[in-house]
């Protein structure tokens, strides 16, 4: 039986136009695409409001605003792709901020074993999350919700509850030089982390079996799939970039409160959804993440240059998290009929 | 006279008949067994009498009146209970409650009425006789006791006619004769049962009158007793051609590649597997064939199955490790724990292979493509590109795709769980080729099938289950549909000369 579509020997003329196609599938090109046209539609809203969201430097703050949020939710789309969630990212964020504002202590010297150390606990953390969840099957949501708990009750014990540590000279500096007069370095190094984790989404056998694992559990396991180490590994990544989620904090802060980061896991979780990485997990990816990190944060300086408050900014978020899901719900039950 | 009765019963489905004409009739106080191969019919006649699905045209008749069923709820209210095969219990909830589960007897404040229904619970399962303590919560019940409370269920509808599906499908020996124990005592008050099996020397231990279907139609139906298991088979099997026209292959048997024991309960089965040969694996549902395929694949518990693979004792704990030992299985459920949705065909067919592509944990993507494309290639796939999500393929080209990642593994030995189910004719025999071409290459395969045909079509040797252990072996030209179906439904004739 020989048809026209059949696949034939790939040839690297016939193999090309496949291989794209591929790829495409994979990053769920079209949700992808959704969500960054969302961004601009929001951006000339924005701009139309106030004429600050048409300046460079103040778009170049928005995006140095949102890193602390935006390192951390690269993490966390690699666990929720792979069907899992962390809850524990508010804490682990705390944690990296609070040690490393310690460790330091106002002396420049600390500023490099500070910033390992930090790394190094919150690296741990996940590392934890990731071998209990894998080894005991307890559901992520009970466990990184345990975590989180465990975390800010740790963080407070050791603090006493007051901010500890003082930013050594110089830290604070090296992250707000402005490259070009407009972005900040600690924006870049947000969008550094970023397109680092969406190489390693992409090209990695790590990247692929998070999509693997999450589009099918039970079939991963029978294709002999390597499921325990790459669970721990990918919640052992989003507990290391809590941390320099936290490092980054604490760069744009200088301060360490020991709740510091204390509900930031919401605003994580509303970035990663909105960027089209479902709870279900097996789809989505870092792309949509950083897009929903920045439309959150254009959202939130919106509500302020309007006038609202805080408090404003947490309608918008809790909003966010519903109608993105129940957007993509029905994107992806259309696609599938 | 006839408790249940239908006439010119007939169904289709997208115009394709499933039931052509089917005139029934079963009395009260009997015990009437319905028999047929895969495609008889039978269940399509369950689900139109037990009210989950209209019937095309015919009638049903029960206790002389005409009676229309819109759905199963109406089917008990008028005394038609089944019991199926897979119970639809709530595991957490107690006895009592299961047995009156969404019809609770109400107190004048509206509330359950909890102490009356564990009352009631308590007279009905007297009345029956089931030992069973109304306030037992149902996950701690055995498969035995929780078919009693499916059981009493349906008869706590004043049920006049209750069916049984594949009733002792999941039973113990002596848990079977139990079953037959109520059964016994149900068909003395006067209920009618229609009773459904594989197992057709229960069929003869326990009905009155059989009713045999083939291919949508009613064969005939007879008195069990003036009927012997080999001519049951016969009427339900049609004239067979004898043994298959085998394919011809020089069955050169190489040196042995797996060599296991599996137990399960009492039983003892010794499997032996050869490079370049095909071994089938016959049995109906509930015999235990996907349990040994999986426990030879890194599934089974500690104690259940001792391995050897070329001479070297394995004891893999997981399928990876099974798989590191050459051992492979393909699902019998691609939905289930086959296929990535919705993920693409060349990303589900190098997914177990992906350390082959890949340096520092980078992927190639030419090598990739080479890899799988190559394989999918080489299996025929059909598909508009090697990114089409899997689950826009057909069934066959999924298949296909899973059978290359399988591949992709570099078994020594296959496993082949239903490998050519819910796959068009076309790439069944594309798969049979390929599966006749991999024994040539030196692979040993095992081949799952319900399909007797396929079994004789492919095997050297066919080893026939039953009760999770090997009864029978045959080998190639030896055997045909008639003695399989025989060995397998548990004739004793044939299942006297153990393996």
């Known amino acids: ?337 | 006279m006839a408790l249940l009765e239908t006439a010119g019963l007939s169904k289709s489905f997208g115009g394709v008949p499933v039931l052509a004409g089917l005139d029934f009739a079963a009395a009260a106080g009997e015990v009437h067994a319905l028999v047929g191969a895969n495609g008889a019919g039978k269940s399509t006649f369950l689900n139109i009498v037990s009210g989950s699905i209209a019937p095309t045209a015919g009638s049903i008749r029960l206790g002389g009146e005409v009676v229309r069923f819109a759905n199963p709820q109406q089917a008990q209210r008028a005394g038609v209970s089944i019991v199926h095969q897979e119970f639809a219990l709530a595991p957490l909830l107690d006895v009592a409650t299961n047995i009156f589960l969404g019809r609770e007897p109400r107190n004048r404040l509206g509330l359950v009425d909890r102490a009356r229904m564990r009352r009631d619970a308590a007279a009905l399962l007297a009345r029956h006789g089931f030992r069973l303590d109304p306030g037992a919560l149902v996950a701690g019940l055995s498969v035995a006791e929780q078919q009693l409370v499916e059981i009493a269920r349906a008869l706590s509808f004043e049920a006049r006619v209750l069916i049984l599906d594949e009733p002792t499908a999941a039973l113990s020996p002596p848990e079977q004769q139990r079953l037959f124990a109520v059964i016994d005592r149900l068909k003395a008050a006067g209920v009618a049962i229609l009773y459904v099996s594989h197992r057709l020397d229960e069929v003869f231990r326990i009905a009155d009158r059989v009713t045999i279907l083939r291919n949508g139609v009613r064969v005939d139906t007879r008195p069990t007793a003036g009927l012997d298991h080999a001519g049951l088979v016969r009427l339900m099997l049609g004239e067979t051609a004898g043994p298959t026209a085998s394919v011809a292959r020089c069955a050169a048997a190489g040196p042995v590649r797996l060599a296991a024991t599996y137990r399960a309960g009492e039983a003892t089965s010794e499997i032996v597997l050869r490079a370049g040969e095909i071994v089938g694996l016959a049995g109906f549902v509930g015999a235990g064939r996907t349990h040994l395929a999986r426990a030879l694949a890194g599934h089974a518990r500690p104690h259940e199955i001792e391995m050897m693979v070329d001479g070297v004792p394995v004891a893999p704990r997981s399928p990876a490790a099974a798989m590191r030992q050459g051992l492979v299985y393909l699902t019998e459920d691609r939905k289930r724990d086959g296929l990535f949705v919705p993920l693409g065909v060349l990303v589900n067919t190098t997914a177990g292979a992906l350390d082959r592509v890949a340096r520092l944990g980078v992927i190639s993507r030419a090598a990739e493509r080479r890899l799988g494309g190559g394989m999918l290639a080489r299996l025929r796939l059909a598909a508009p590109g090697l990114g089409a999500p899997i689950d826009h393929l057909s069934g066959g080209n999924q298949q296909k795709a899973v059978f290359a990642r399988a591949l992709l593994a570099e078994p020594k030995v296959l496993i082949c769980d239903e490998p050519t189910r819910g796959v068009d004719v076309g790439a069944k025999a594309q798969i049979h080729d390929l599966l006749l071409a991999l024994a040539e290459g030196g692979l040993a395969v095992l081949v799952v099938s319900s399909e007797f045909g396929e079994l004789l079509a492919l095997a050297d040797r066919i080893l026939v289950m039953r009760d999770r252990a090997v009864i029978r072996t045959f080998r190639r030209g030896e055997v045909d549909e008639e003695m399989l179906f025989r060995a397998a439904s548990g004739d004793p004739a044939v299942c006297a000369g153990r393996p």
């Not at chain 1, 701009?47 to 890193?67: D, K, T």
């Not at chain 1, 479902?278 to 240059?305: D, K, Q, W």
């Open chain 1, 1 to 337: 039986m020989s048809r026209p579509d059949e696949i034939a020997a790939p040839t690297p003329a016939a193999a090309a136009p496949v291989g794209v196609a591929a790829s495409r599938r994979l990053r769920s090109f079209p949700e992808t695409l959704a969500i960054w046209l969302v961004l601009v539609v929001l951006l000339v809203v924005a701009g139309a409001l106030s004429e600050a969201f048409l300046r460079p430097v103040y778009l170049g703050n928005i995006i140095r605003q949102a890193a602390p949020i935006g390192i951390a939710a690269v993490g966390v789309t690699f666990v929720m792709i792979l069907g899992g969630v962390d809850l524990s990212i508010g804490a682990t964020i705390s944690l990296g901020a609070v040690l490393c504002a310690a460790a330091m202590n106002g002396d420049p010297a600390n500023i490099a074993p500070a910033v390992a150390l930090a790394c190094l606990a919150a690296g741990a953390i996940g590392a934890l999350n990731g071998i209990l969840i894998a080894v005991t099957g307890v559901s992520p949501f009970i466990l990184t919700l345990g975590t989180a708990i465990t975390l800010y009750g740790v963080t407070q014990l050791v603090t006493g509850g007051t901010a500890h540590g003082i930013i050594a000279p110089g830290f604070r500096e090296v992250f707000n030089v402005r490259i070009g007069g407009i972005l900040p370095t600690l924006g870049l190094a947000f969008l550094v982390v970023a397109a680092a984790g969406a190489t390693v989404q992409h090209v990695t056998t790590f990247g692929r079996r998070l999509y693997l694992i999450g589009s099918n559990p039970a079939a991963a396991r029978l294709a002999g799939l390597p499921v325990r180490r790459t669970v721990i590994l990918a919640y052992t990544l989003s507990g290391l970039l809590g941390g320099l989620g936290g490092i980054a904090l604490l760069a744009r802060s200088g301060v360490s409160g020991s709740l510091a980061a204390s509900g930031y896991e919401f605003d994580v979780l509303a970035a990663v959804v909105l960027g089209g990485t479902t709870f279900e997990g097996g789809r989505g990816g870092i792309g949509g993440t950083v897009a929903g990190v920045l439309i959150l944060f254009v959202a939130f300086n919106l509500v302020n240059v309007i006038g609202l408050n805080y408090h404003a900014q947490l309608v918008v978020k809790g909003a966010v998290i519903i109608v993105a899901s129940a957007i993509y719900r029905r994107l992806r039950d259309a696609g599938s009929s």
